[in-house]
């Protein structure tokens, strides 16, 4: 079936330093509007390339876009793009009549928590914190261990920017309560099956970026417990088929990207937990507000950890995506 791809280029300031990788500066991204003329049906998606995380820059996709060529990031986009235009030609929002899911707040900058966010979190009723951590690792220790003394649950990420010897050792600066409060920690070292079944003696281990780092045709067990599924990134069903096959809990998060990428998120994370409710861990989709308020982080609702579902079809912001101005990119 031919598609007509269109893109609308975005900028999104960061409130704080967004992980031991990346600068504060201004990220930029394209939102994609994505046309099926033959039925009549038009969906939206984000691309939100990470380079600092080792995605091929947004020029580097474009123009293999206009040479025909889809990077796996941008079928993804299609994807979810797809899955928008079904639910906009049926009047169907992402919202009905699923069930309702608690994220995770996400601290990127932990010397911005004070005592008093942490009250009003546990006020909103937040349970889980999602700390990256690997900029300073025993101010972090201390602050995880003040976190978890709070009762707060703890998913710690280091984007496997850290060695063996200095995860080891920040483990062992945290106390016995904290260790029962954690999770898992996501992507702590490089992967690799020794190392990682070295730390998974010591802490529960989630698997993110690191993904394609696997052996997957090859290996008949991993040394992790959880696979984080990003649908900006990943092949969403088989995340699921792994996740089955391995015997892994699931935790949806979005791409810390635009606000249209973080409702696809959330789309999936509905979905997958009506679908498998004893695979998925709660989601981490609440990322729009890392950065300064736009009129679509304005268009999303969100109370404590819960988002409120908006009077809208598809992934929502129909008005505010119809205003902007597309550039036609290619049909394929
Ligand atoms: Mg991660």
Redesign the pocket.
């Known amino acids: 079936m031919n598609i007509k791809i269109s893109y609308s280029p975005y900028q999104l300031k960061p409130q704080h330093l967004l992980n031991s990788n990346a600068s504060a500066e201004e990220r930029s991204g394209f939102l994609l509007k994505v046309e099926w003329p033959e039925d009549g049906r038009v969906g939206y998606a984000d691309l939100h390339p990470w380079t600092e995380l080792g995605d091929a820059s947004i020029e580097d996709q474009m123009s293999d876009l206009r040479l025909g060529r889809m990077s796996s990031q941008i079928e993804q986009s299609v994807w979810l793009a797809d899955r928008d235009a079904h639910m906009r030609k049926e009047g169907r929002g992402i919202f009905d009549s699923m069930p309702s899911v608690r994220n995770n707040f996400i601290v990127t900058d932990f010397s911005k928590v004070n005592e008093e966010l942490l009250a009003q979190l546990l006020k909103q009723q937040f349970t889980s914190l999602k700390v990256k951590v690997g900029r300073d690792l025993a101010k972090e220790a201390r602050f995880v261990n003040q976190v978890a003394a709070k009762g707060f649950s703890l998913r710690l990420?280091f984007?496997a920017a850290a060695s063996l010897s200095t995860v080891k050792k920040f483990i062992h600066d945290l106390n016995p309560s904290t260790l029962s409060k954690l999770e898992y920690i996501?992507?702590p070292i490089p992967f690799d099956m020794e190392e990682w079944a070295l730390l998974r003696q010591l802490v529960p281990l989630a698997l993110?970026?690191q993904f394609s780092r696997v052996d997957w045709s090859e290996v008949t067990a991993v040394p992790f417990d959880v696979l984080?599924v990003k649908p900006a990134k990943i092949d969403v069903s088989k995340a699921v088929q792994i996740c089955q096959q391995f015997k892994l809990r699931a935790t949806v998060?979005s791409y810390m990207d635009h606000p249209v990428g973080v409702m696809h998120a959330l789309g999936i994370a509905m979905d997958l937990k009506k679908k498998f409710p004893n695979m998925m861990n709660d989601p981490g989709c609440l990322t729009h507000t890392l950065y300064q308020m736009d009129s679509f982080s304005a268009a999303v609702t969100a109370q404590g950890p819960y988002f409120m579902g908006a009077k809208d079809v598809g992934i929502g912001f129909t008005s505010l995506l119809e205003k902007l101005t597309w550039y036609k990119l290619k049909t394929f």
């Open positions: 990420d984007n996501e992507d993110d970026n984080i998060t």
